[in-house]
């Protein structure tokens, strides 16, 4: 089939890797222009989506928007059977979703109707959820509101972190996105409308939310740190510095939220305690807890802040 890709970070990669790797013709990729990065901010540095498709030989567009008929006039001549999407960035207005013969496809991190929006695979662990998942959805106006095709469940370990369940979901999503195209192209995909019980907003991770509140409980804590590793981080402060946990696990113990309660770094919460495993100092690199703990005055008894 020939299909136009339209993704930008590394989580649509492997789904472009599959494409291609299948046989399909893919005529464009479309991806967020380049951002500034480096020291200085001075250099451009291309998307990985981007990278990826340059080094498979495949045309890149980066407009700053899709709405509009040099827009459309332009999405147009690719003639495409079918638009792939996942994780673009940009929202695609309907005269674009109207153009592919077959429809336009997004591959989206949750078990939809659960997470629509922007952070589905944090809010999912933030949440306590035992599990998620992939979905393929055929895109429509809503904000991920499509039918569903094709679903992979994925489970969350209990001290699985977002980073990790990231980079397991960009792989099985490769895989059910190269599945549902097999299905498409034979004419074999069905699409069922998701269910209106259920349904959840994963909304933006606010910097405001990323503070560590000990006086939850151990769990919610938890799931608070490891939903937010590693980035942009769970933190607290101490010696006028912040501390990113970028690792943790339920522990034994109790006390006033926020004391170090042992030389393993075991921290008290509102109810229970969790231990921190890895850690982060603002400006130095991500350290095991007993490392960081040999460099610094944090003894049984502290109060974090």
């Known amino acids: 089939m020939r299909i136009v890709f339209m993704g ?16 399909h013709e893919v005529v464009a990729a479309y991806s967020r222009a380049p951002a500034q990065a480096g020291r200085r901010g001075l250099e451009l540095v291309p998307s990985p989506v981007h990278r990826t498709a340059e080094r498979l030989g495949i045309p890149v567009l980066t407009p700053a928007t899709l709405r509009g008929a040099e827009a459309a006039q332009t999405f147009a001549a690719h003639e495409a059977d079918v638009a792939v999407v996942v994780a673009y960035g940009r929202i695609l207005p309907q005269d674009i979703l109207d153009l592919p013969r077959l429809g336009c496809l997004n591959l989206h991190a949750s078990l939809l109707p659960r997470w629509r929006g922007a952070a589905p695979i944090q809010r999912a662990i933030m949440a306590g959820d035992a599990e998620t998942g992939v979905a393929v959805m055929k895109m429509e106006a809503g904000l991920d509101t499509g039918p569903v095709g094709l679903v992979e469940r994925v489970a969350i370990g209990a001290d699985m972190t977002a980073g990790e369940l990231h980079d397991r979901l960009m792989v099985v999503g490769g895989d059910l996105m190269g599945r549902a195209l097999a299905a498409l192209e034979r004419g074999a995909l069905s699409f069922a409308p998701q269910p209106a019980e259920g349904v959840t907003y994963a909304a933006k991770i606010d910097k405001a939310e990323t503070r560590i509140d000990w006086g939850k409980p151990a769990q919610a804590v938890h799931d608070h740190l490891r939903g937010l590793s590693p980035f942009p981080g769970a933190w607290f402060e101490f010696e006028g510095a912040r501390v990113k946990v970028l690792r943790s696990t339920r522990a034994a113990g109790s006390g006033s939220p926020g004391t170090v309660l042992d030389e393993a770094l075991t921290i008290a919460c509102g109810e229970g305690a969790v231990r921190l495993v890895e850690v982060q100092k603002a400006g130095s690199r991500a350290m095991a807890a007993q490392d960081f703990l040999r460099g610094t005055d944090l003894v049984a008894g502290t109060v974090l802040a």
């Open 8 to 23: 930008t970070p590394d989580f649509a990669v492997p789904t472009l890797v599959e494409i291609v790797g299948a046989g």
